[in-house]
C-alpha cells in the first residue's frame, strides 16, 4: 500500500521524533501522484518548501495570522476542510500541532473532531495521519484516543526520494553530508555538486538542490524565486545566476582551510560567513590573496 501499513478508511498517530522525517515521507508519497495529499503543518509555506513540492501538496499553515494559505486553529474550520477533501481523490491528510489544538480547545473537544472525522471515512479511500509533538496524554486519555487513532510508525523500508536524476547522462550527486567531518572551525565542509543542465531543470530538482544547499550552510534565499516562476526558462536563469555564485563561494571557502591551517582562524571565521552568504566575493578573494 502507498502509505505504507496505513489502512483506507482509518486515522491513525504519529508521535513525531523528527519533522525532517516526517515530511521526507510527505514529500515520497506525494511523488508518486497515486494519491491527493492533504498537509495541515505548523510551519509556513516558505518554510514548508524545503521539504516538500507544494505543486504536489495541498498544504495549508495552521496559524492565527490571517495570510494567504493559512488557516486558523478552529477545530470546525479544520474538520470541514478534510471532510470536504474526503468526500473526492483518494488520498491521505495530515494534520499536525495536534498538542497545540488541545492546548486550545482541550482534550475533549478535540477529540470530539477526531470521531467525527473517522465517521467521515467510512468507506472512503482516505486516511488521516494526526501527528503529536510532544507526549500530552494521561493514561485515561491515552486509552480513549488510541480507540479512535491507533499509534502509527513510518516504515523503515520507505525510499525516501533524493536528487540522483537530472538527467541520462548527468553524473549521480556526491553529497554525503553526515560521513563528511566538520572543518577544524567547527564548519560543515561544502562540496561541489553536479551542475544542473537546461534540460533537466524541473522546480522539483530546483527545490531539492536548495535544499542540499541550505544543509551546507548556504544562504541560498536568493534562489527562491525559481521556485514560483510560470515559465521554467525563467526559473532556470535564476537558479542558474545562484549556482555560479554557490561555485565560486565553494571555491573560496576551500581557500580559507589553507588560511586556516596557518592560524588565521578569527579572520577565517569572519571570511567564511561572507562567504556562504554569497556576499563580498572580491573582497574575500583579495584578503585571501594577501596572507596566503
Known amino acids: 500500500m502507498s502509505m505504507g ?14 519533522q525532517d522525517e516526517m515530511l521526507g515521507y510527505v514529500d515520497t508519497v506525494s511523488m508518486k501522484d497515486q494519491e491527493h495529499v492533504l498537509l495541515l503543518s505548523r510551519l509556513p509555506q516558505r518554510r514548508l518548501l524545503e521539504h516538500v513540492d507544494l505543486d504536489k501538496v495541498e498544504a495549508y499553515w495552521v496559524t492565527t495570522q490571517d495570510v494567504t494559505g493559512s488557516i486558523q486553529p478552529s477545530l470546525e474550520q479544520i474538520h ?9 481523490h483518494t488520498g491521505i491528510a495530515i494534520i499536525e500541532g495536534i498538542e497545540w489544538l488541545i492546548s486550545i480547545h482541550g482534550f475533549s473537544e478535540v477529540l470530539r473532531m477526531v470521531m467525527k472525522m473517522k465517521d467521515s471515512l467510512h468507506r472512503k479511500p482516505w486516511s488521516i495521519l494526526l501527528v503529536v509533538a510532544e507526549d500530552i496524554f494521561d493514561e485515561v486519555q491515552i486509552t480513549k484516543w488510541q480507540r479512535e487513532a491507533p499509534s502509527w510508525n513510518i516504515p523503515k523500508n520507505v525510499e525516501f526520494v533524493e536528487f540522483d536524476e537530472v538527467a541520462e547522462d548527468t553524473e549521480e550527486l556526491e553529497l554525503e553530508l553526515n560521513e563528511k567531518p566538520l572543518n577544524d572551525d567547527g564548519s560543515t565542509p561544502l562540496s561541489f555538486l553536479v551542475r544542473i543542465p537546461r534540460e533537466g531543470y524541473s522546480k522539483d530538482i530546483a527545490r531539492r538542490r536548495i535544499l542540499q544547499w ?17 515559465s521554467d526558462d525563467k526559473g532556470f536563469e535564476i537558479y ?11 571555491e573560496l571557502d ?3 582551510d589553507i588560511l586556516l591551517e596557518r592560524g588565521h582562524r578569527s579572520e577565517v571565521t569572519k571570511m567564511r560567513f561572507r562567504v556562504r552568504q554569497l556576499t563580498g566575493f572580491d573582497d574575500v578573494e583579495s584578503r585571501i590573496d594577501k596572507l596566503i
Open 5 to 18: 501499513a496505513m489502512e483506507l478508511g482509518r486515522i491513525y498517530t504519529l508521535n513525531l521524533v523528527s
Open 80 to 88: 470541514d476542510l478534510v471532510v470536504s477533501r474526503v468526500e473526492n
Open 214 to 230: 541550505r544543509r551546507m550552510g548556504l544562504d541560498v534565499s536568493s534562489a527562491e524565486p525559481a521556485l514560483f516562476q510560470d
Open 240 to 250: 542558474k545566476s545562484v549556482e555560479r555564485k554557490v561555485r565560486r563561494a565553494i
Open 254 to 256: 576551500n581557500r580559507l
